[in-house]
């Protein structure tokens, strides 16, 4: 599974939000998630992914930067 | 000192009767029970339990997906019941032109979000992951309702739990009740919530030889406040809510009114932790009357805490006796907990919202299951059937807690004043 479709399926799942809203320029705020629910998705793609996020990560603003970020990281854990 | 009188403008709840509050009475005067057995097929052991539940309770329907999200079941119930009473009193979710900056919340629960705790206790321990959700702390810190309900109501006023055991609800209302009075707050939303069904307080309360015993047959009248036969309480989960009102500000908005509060004592027996005494009891009752200047002769009916245990039946009536014996008449009781079980930190809200309604629709709800009144209970009007009709307008309802702490609420019907 890709970043985006972690983040589809949780906000799917969590707030009942249609995939076909969740695309890269989607503001996370307009579409209802909140800083604790950042929590939980980064929470759920550390589990999925077996990566660890820094503490001091920059919370993204759109599910674009959302997905970049994940993408990065996974691709650092990899190599 | 001025003191405001304090009006009953809101009613809400969610009970395993559903949140109809005529429908839930109705089913309370016939004496139908809610209690049934419920299984917990959770390892390490299974565990079958008389229970009362809120099985039509839908979290996301009420709340929505979002919201319901960021809650314990505890929380949920909460905020559901609290909506409801706030619909109840024709209060707008947003504000309108009304500054909100000073209305509040108390709220009772015993338990907290204990669900969510331990589902992560069952993730570290038992199936041996490092972490666990980052919503656990707020899942279940015990001021999680109260805080959903203030965010989600624009309250700006005071936002607080309490946590009294099985008194918890009763002392928010009595608690609110005072802030109307004194006129810090021109509306209270108060009331309570638990759910006491996680594996590990089930077993908790099982351990301390409190719990009534009962199966598939028997379970439904497994709660027996009062009887010979009585073998120990009913837990059960919900939630309820009650919206005060300054009186004044009530009728300038055309409020209906369900009932008046008319006071409120508190007490600790300082005695012993679980075994209650019939001085702290006592205390309680009369402090209430002296709050709501009334005598005891004025008191019509009396909502017991009356949970079935062996020990604590006999304690709270003869407390009763001792305050209401010696007038010329006595005051019916009932122990509505024989029905819709007991709710902890819930039960003294439910309990207010039946003795309300019972005013109001001047009619008693019964003690179920009360063939054979034990002899050590005996001596007090019991209502053993609904009583329809006379003239109800003063009423009590009594929350005795462990812990020795006491709380005793005074209602009268809106026309009495």
Not at chain 1, 8 to 24: H, N
Not at chain 2, 27 to 34: I, K, P, Q, T, V
Not at chain 2, 304 to 331: L, N
């Amino acid at each position: 599974m890709d970043s985006l479709s972690l983040i589809r399926e949780f906000l799917q799942g969590r707030l009942g939000v249609e995939p076909e809203k969740i695309v890269p320029g989607a503001f996370l705020d307009e579409l209802g998630v909140d800083s604790l629910m950042v929590l939980e998705l980064m929470f759920e793609f550390e589990d999925r992914f077996g990566v660890t996020l820094a503490k001091d990560l920059k919370t993204p603003r759109t599910i674009g930067e959302m997905a970049s970020l994940m993408d990065r990281l996974r691709s650092e854990e990899q190599s | 000192m001025n003191r405001c009188r304090v009006a009953i403008t809101g009613l809400g709840l969610v009970s395993p009767f559903g949140n109809s509050l005529a429908d839930f009475f109705q089913r309370l005067l016939n004496g139908e029970s809610a209690v049934r057995l419920l299984r917990l097929d959770d390892p390490p052991r299974a565990l079958a339990i008389p229970f009362v539940s809120c099985p039509g309770f839908a979290a996301e329907t009420v709340l929505g997906k979002a919201l319901a999200g960021t809650m314990d079941r505890f929380a949920q119930l909460g905020t559901a019941a609290a909506f409801a009473a706030w619909d109840d009193a024709g209060l707008g979710r947003r504000p309108g032109a009304e500054n909100r900056e000073r209305w509040g919340v108390t709220w009772g629960t015993a338990l907290g979000g204990t669900l969510a705790y331990e589902k992560g206790y069952r993730e570290l321990w038992q199936k041996g992951r490092e972490r666990i959700s980052p919503l656990s702390v707020i899942l279940g810190m015990n001021n999680a309702a109260n805080a959903h309900i203030s965010i989600q109501l624009a309250l700006g006023g005071v936002s607080m739990s309490y946590t009294v055991a099985c008194a918890s609800s009763s002392i928010a209302i009595g608690e609110a009740f005072r802030r109307v009075r004194s006129g810090e707050a021109p509306i209270m939303l108060t009331g309570g919530s638990d759910v006491p069904q996680a594996y590990g307080v089930a077993r908790a309360w099982e351990a301390l030889r409190v719990l009534a015993s009962g199966d598939e047959t028997t379970s439904a009248t497994a709660c027996r406040p009062f009887s010979a036969d009585r073998s120990g309480l009913v837990l059960g989960e919900g939630g309820a809510a009650l919206v005060l009102e300054d009186w004044e500000h009530a009728t300038a908005r055309g409020a209906r009114i369900h009932g008046e509060m008319l006071g409120y004592g508190t007490t600790c027996d300082h005695a012993h932790l679980v075994r209650p005494e019939v001085d702290g009891q006592m205390r309680a009752l009369r402090a209430t009357l002296v709050d709501a200047a009334l005598n005891p002769d004025d008191v019509d009916y009396i909502n017991a805490h009356g949970t079935a245990t062996v020990e604590g039946d006999p304690v709270e009536v003869d407390a009763i006796r001792a305050i209401f014996g010696s007038g010329r008449k006595k005051p019916a009781l009932s122990g509505t907990k024989s029905m819709h079980g007991h709710l902890l930190g819930a039960a003294g809200a439910m309990e207010a919202i039946v003795t309300i309604l019972a005013l109001r629709e001047q009619a008693l709800p019964p003690t179920a299951h009360l063939d054979r009144i034990d002899p050590a209970c005996a001596g007090v009007d019991h209502v053993t059937s609904a009583r329809c009709g006379g003239s109800l307008r003063t009423a009590l309802s009594n929350s005795f807690a462990f812990g020795g702490s006491n709380a005793v609420l005074a209602f009268r019907t809106a026309a009495s004043g």
